[in-house]
């Protein structure tokens, strides 16, 4: 069983379009995140809810909006992508705020705007 | 948050210890050291914590001296599967950061 997982693994898009990335975890954490790497390999925190409820929301355009439907999804929203989205987007989770230390990350999902 | 300085990167052959050493000078009180491990194409994944002393699991063993401005991670008898980009972190879990700060890492390649 995948502990944290991510939908698409792949996404090929052209400029202006808006996408979505899923996540799931299965392991009952109460905290998702959000983190982006770019090309350099520098991973960087997006954006983290705690059951539900945002509580990091780092500088990140507004066209990106993370979207948490109960405490094992955390989807992000991308509206107009710009060629500087292209990077790897990571989900990951943690039993609970005490536990940030200890984060279970997905596979990555790689955007790539043409 | 502490900050943190590894080597950039790190090369080895099969078979090999290697160890990564991780600075941290201004670490705190509540602060844990924690080091994750990234494979190319894979998600960072947690490898090992700890406080002070010396912590030991199935991947790696971590050495933390008396003052704790610095940390050993130990990869014993590493074998190709071993190179990934290993990365340091220090912070406390329950600060009200609620956040990881990766640096660059130490890219650690092992060669047959």
């Known amino acids: 069983d995948t502990a944290v997982s991510q939908t698409p693994k792949y996404l090929v898009t052209q400029m202006g379009n808006d996408k979505s990335i899923k996540c799931e975890q299965n392991l009952g954490h109460d905290t998702m995140y959000w983190y982006k790497q770019d090309s350099k390999k520098f991973l960087k925190i997006m954006f983290s809810y705690n059951n539900k409820e945002l509580i990091i929301n780092e500088t990140v355009p507004n066209r990106f909006s993370p979207k948490s439907p109960d405490k094992a999804h955390l989807n992000l929203h991308i509206n107009s992508l710009e060629l500087g989205d292209s990077a790897v987007y990571f989900c990951a989770s943690s039993q609970d705020l005490g536990r940030v230390y200890e984060q279970y990350f997905g596979p990555g999902t790689r955007l790539t705007v043409t | 948050l502490a900050k943190t300085t590894q080597p950039i990167s790190m090369d080895s052959y099969e078979g090999q210890e290697v160890n990564i050493t991780c600075s941290h000078n201004n670490i705190a009180t509540n602060d844990y050291i924690t080091w994750y491990q990234q494979f190319p194409s894979q998600g960072p994944r947690f490898i090992i914590q700890?406080?002070?002393t010396k912590v030991t699991n199935e991947v790696a063993s971590l050495f933390i001296p008396a003052d704790r401005k610095s940390s050993t991670l130990s990869l014993p008898r590493v074998s190709l599967s071993d190179t990934a980009v290993y990365y340091c972190?220090?912070?406390?879990?329950?600060?009200?950061?609620?956040?990881?700060?990766f640096g660059a890492g130490t890219t650690v390649t092992v060669r047959a």
């Open positions: 972190l220090v912070g406390a879990h329950f600060s009200n950061d609620y956040k990881l700060s």
């Open positions: 700890g406080y002070k």
